[in-house]
C-alpha cells in the first residue's frame, strides 16, 4: 500500500481565483508544481449551498452556477505544499482533506504535454529576409542571431525558401562556420562579406521551404522535423505568412518548464513507464586523441568526423578536454592568416598552401593538451534525456560529453539524439 492523501474542493462555478475560474486555477497550480499529483474536476447537475442559493438544470438558465468539485490524489509526503497554495487560492467553498491508501500508481514519461499547440512554442515575429535581399546582408543577419537559419519571404510576407550555414557553405563558398566567421579578425570578417554582397538570397535558399501552421499540434511538427531532418520549422498563419519560427531549442525550453522531476517519483515508488536515458542515445563512435597529439594530426581527425569534435583522453581512457575548430582558432589567434586558411581547407574552398609563415610547423609541434577545452560539462550514461536537455537549452550546447563514474570518456549526445529519443519516448511514433 502507498500513503496517499485526497483533497476535495467543494465550490461552484462563479467561483474565482485573480479573475479566473477557480477549477481552471487549481488544475494550473498542481500541474506546475510538477509532482506525482493528479487532479480532477467535476460539475453537478444540481445543488445547492450554505447561503440558501440553490442551483438546478432544472432553471430556465442551464449553467446557473453549478456546483463544482474538484478532487486531487497526492503522496502523503506533497501534501504540506499543495495545500500552502491552495490556502489562498479557496475563497469561497469548502475544502476537505483524508487518507488514501493507494493500491500502485503508475504514469508514462511524456516528453512534452500533447495538448500544447505551434503557437505555444515558437519564436513570434522572427527575423526574415526577401528573395532579394543581399547574401552580405543576410550573413550578418545570422551573426547577430541565436539561430543560425532564416526564412525568406515574398511580398507579401509568406515563406518562400530557407537560409541555414550548410547553404551558405555548399553554394556561396562561405569559408567557415557562422560561430568562427563571427569570432574571427574584423577585417578579414568583412572580406567574406563583401565576396557575398553581389549574390542575392533567392540564389542559395532551399526550396521549397517547410512549414507548419501555427494551430498544429507540437508533436506534428516534431515529427515533421525529425522526418525531413530540419532544425527549424517556418511557422504560418492561415492566410500562409510568417508568424513565427519553430526550432529545437524552442522545443527543448518548452521539455525543461513542463518536465517534472522523475527522480523524486520513483523515491516515491511511483513507477514511469519509458523513461530515456542517456545510454540510449550516446554516439560511441565519436574520434578521441591523447594529449600529446600534434594540432596537425587532430585537424586531419576533425576533418573526417561529422561530429567536429575530437575528445582528448589519457591512457586509462579518461575525458581529459575536447578540441573543436573553434578551441583552434582562438589558440593560435596570434597567426589568424594561416590558421583561418588551414580551417577553411577544412571546408574544401582554400588552396592547400594556405598554411604559411611557419604555421605549419607549429601545428605540428603544437599539442592536443595545449589547444582543448578542459573546463566541461559532462553526463553520465545513467542521466535522464530530460536532464541533459536542460543542460544542452541552459548552457548553449550543440554536443554533450557522457563520461563513466571513473571519468572515463564514453562518446557524444547531441540535440537531434535528444529530441528524436525523447519524441519516441512519449509513443507518438
Known amino acids: 500500500m502507498l500513503n496517499y492523501k485526497a483533497i476535495e474542493i467543494f465550490t461552484s462555478e462563479?467561483?474565482?481565483?485573480?479573475?479566473?475560474?477557480?477549477?481552471?486555477?487549481?488544475?494550473?497550480?498542481?500541474?506546475?508544481?510538477?509532482?506525482?499529483a493528479r487532479c480532477i474536476v467535476t460539475r453537478g447537475i444540481a445543488g445547492c449551498d450554505e447561503s440558501g442559493e440553490a442551483a438546478t438544470v432544472q432553471l430556465e438558465v442551464l449553467s446557473y452556477n453549478l456546483p463544482v468539485r474538484i478532487f486531487i490524489v497526492v503522496p502523503a509526503g506533497e501534501i504540506e505544499r499543495v495545500l500552502e497554495g491552495l490556502d489562498g487560492m479557496v475563497e469561497e467553498g469548502i475544502v476537505a482533506l483524508h487518507d488514501l491508501k493507494v493500491l500502485s500508481h503508475r504514469t508514462r514519461n511524456a516528453f512534452f504535454p500533447r495538448r500544447l499547440l505551434v503557437r505555444d512554442v515558437m519564436t513570434a515575429s522572427p527575423k526574415s529576409v526577401t528573395t532579394d535581399s543581399s547574401l552580405n546582408d543576410v550573413v550578418r543577419l545570422l551573426l547577430s542571431s541565436v539561430f543560425s537559419g532564416l526564412p525568406v519571404v515574398d511580398g507579401q510576407?509568406?515563406?518562400?525558401?530557407?537560409?541555414?550555414?550548410?547553404?551558405?557553405?555548399?553554394?556561396?563558398?562561405?569559408?567557415?562556420r557562422l560561430g568562427l566567421l563571427a569570432e574571427s579578425d574584423p577585417d578579414q570578417r568583412e572580406k567574406v562579406l563583401a565576396q557575398l554582397a553581389s549574390r542575392s538570397a533567392s540564389e542559395v535558399m532551399t526550396t521549397p521551404v517547410i512549414t507548419i501552421g501555427r494551430d498544429h499540434p507540437l508533436s506534428e511538427a516534431v515529427e515533421k522535423m525529425l522526418a525531413k531532418?530540419?532544425?527549424?520549422?517556418?511557422?504560418?498563419?492561415?492566410?500562409?505568412?510568417?508568424?513565427?519560427?519553430?526550432?529545437?531549442?524552442?522545443?527543448?525550453?518548452?521539455?525543461?518548464?513542463?518536465?517534472?522531476?522523475?527522480?523524486a517519483f520513483a523515491a516515491q515508488k511511483v513507477e514511469v513507464k519509458n523513461l530515456k536515458q542517456v545510454g540510449d542515445i550516446l554516439r560511441r563512435d565519436t574520434q578521441t586523441v591523447g594529449p600529446d597529439t600534434p594540432v596537425s594530426e587532430?585537424?586531419?581527425?576533425?576533418?573526417?568526423?561529422?561530429?567536429?569534435?575530437?575528445?582528448?583522453?589519457?591512457?586509462?581512457g579518461k575525458l581529459l578536454g575536447l578540441i573543436s575548430d573553434r578551441d583552434l582558432l582562438r589558440y593560435f589567434k596570434p597567426r589568424e592568416a594561416g590558421i583561418w586558411g588551414v580551417l577553411s581547407r577544412l571546408k574544401g574552398v582554400v588552396e592547400k598552401d594556405a598554411c604559411t609563415d611557419g604555421l605549419s610547423q607549429c601545428l605540428e609541434s603544437t599539442r592536443a593538451a595545449d589547444v582543448m577545452t578542459a573546463d566541461l560539462i559532462t553526463v553520465g550514461e545513467e542521466t535522464l534525456i530530460e536532464e541533459a536537455v536542460a543542460l544542452i537549452t541552459e548552457k548553449s550546447l550543440k554536443r554533450l560529453p557522457v563520461v563513466d563514474a571513473d571519468g572515463r570518456f564514453k562518446g557524444m549526445i547531441s540535440r537531434d539524439s535528444l529530441l528524436r529519443t525523447g519524441f519516441k519516448a512519449t509513443g507518438s511514433r
Open 14 to 36: 462563479g467561483a474565482r481565483h485573480r479573475g479566473q475560474p477557480l477549477a481552471e486555477a487549481v488544475v494550473d497550480y498542481v500541474r506546475d508544481l510538477k509532482i506525482a
Open 229 to 263: 531532418e530540419v532544425k527549424r520549422l517556418p511557422v504560418v498563419n492561415s492566410d500562409g505568412r510568417l508568424v513565427g519560427i519553430l526550432s529545437r531549442l524552442d522545443i527543448f525550453r518548452t521539455v525543461m518548464h513542463a518536465a517534472p522531476d522523475w527522480k
Open 157 to 176: 510576407g509568406r515563406p518562400v525558401g530557407l537560409i541555414t550555414q550548410g547553404d551558405l557553405m555548399a553554394r556561396a563558398q562561405l569559408p567557415l
Open 298 to 316: 587532430v585537424i586531419r581527425v576533425i576533418d573526417r568526423d561529422d561530429i567536429q569534435r575530437v575528445a582528448v583522453v589519457d591512457a586509462g
